[in-house]
Every structure is written in C-alpha cells, then in structure tokens.
C-alpha cells in the first residue's frame, strides 16, 4: 500500500502536567479507511510534549507510508497555533519537538493542520488513554 494522501487524527495524554504520558494516532486513507494506529506509552511529559510526540510518530508513521500530503487534525489549539505560526513556540522544552515536525513537514508535498473539538477526536483520545492504563 503506497497511499499518497493521508488523514491523521492525533492526540496526547498525560496524568499530571507533567506525569506519565502517552500518545495516539489514527491514520487513514483519502477515503477515510485506518490503514494504521498508534498508541504507547512516551514516559514522564507535559500534556503538550504529548501532543506533539503524538504528531510527530504519524508524520514518521506517514512517511513510513509513502505519504506525500498529510492532513493533521488535533485537538490541541496551542500545537496547532505554533505549527500554523499564529502563535511563538515560547517554551524551551517545545522549541525541538516543534522543530522535528518542521523538519518532518519538509519531506511532503503538501500539509496541513487543523484544530478540531474533543467530540471529533474520540479514537486517538482512546488509543492514547489506553496506552496510560495497559
């Protein structure tokens, strides 16, 4: 299978700020079919270097694939704002997770994020919440 475009929903967890954390993933084709999942545990992380740890095993994950043009959609606003520059990476512990993606993104073709609400993310929520608790 050598899927051109791929659609990621991703999603990170973390019990405590930062606590014991884990990532989830969901990748599927142009027409919608998973054609892969991620979810494992990443160690001790803040929320948000779960969220973009989550980003960046799809986008490996996807190029893994054969992908040329990725669609994230994430439910984290703050990782979405920096990776579409409408907000400054701030943070020192970010500032290389956010560079990984940016190298990551330069191997496609095209890509996109996009924020969604929670209710639209359920199967990556689950499949990180479920790597916290096996």
């Given at each position: 299978?050598?899927?051109?475009?791929?659609?990621?929903?991703?999603?990170?967890?973390?019990?405590?700020?930062?606590?014991?954390?884990?990532?989830?993933?969901?990748?599927?084709?142009?027409?919608?079919?998973?054609?892969?999942?991620?979810?494992?545990?990443?160690?001790?992380?803040?929320?948000?270097?779960?969220?973009?740890?989550?980003?960046?095993?799809?986008l490996e994950e996807?190029?893994?694939?054969?992908?040329?043009?990725?669609?994230?959609?994430?439910d984290s606003e703050?990782?979405?704002?920096?990776?579409?520059?409408?907000?400054?990476?701030?943070?020192?512990?970010?500032?290389?997770?956010?560079?990984k993606v940016v190298?990551?993104?330069?191997?496609?073709?095209?890509?996109?994020?996009?924020?969604?609400?929670?209710?639209?993310?359920?199967?990556?929520?689950?499949?990180?919440?479920?790597?916290?608790?096996?």
């Amino acid at each position: 299978m050598n899927p051109k475009r791929l659609v990621i929903f991703t999603d990170g967890a973390s019990q405590g700020n930062p606590g014991q954390s884990a990532i989830g993933a969901v990748i599927q084709d142009g027409q919608g079919r998973v054609i892969s999942r991620i979810s494992r545990r990443i160690g001790q992380a803040t929320n948000n270097q779960a969220e973009y740890a989550a980003i960046i095993a799809a986008l490996e994950e996807a190029s893994r694939l054969g992908a040329e043009e990725v669609e994230v959609r994430a439910d984290s606003e703050l990782v979405v704002k920096q990776l579409n520059g409408r907000y400054r990476v701030k943070k020192a512990t970010l500032r290389p997770l956010y560079q990984k993606v940016v190298r990551l993104i330069g191997s496609l073709e095209a890509f996109t994020i996009t924020h969604i609400p929670r209710t639209q993310n359920r199967e990556a929520d689950r499949l990180a919440n479920k790597a916290l608790i096996d």
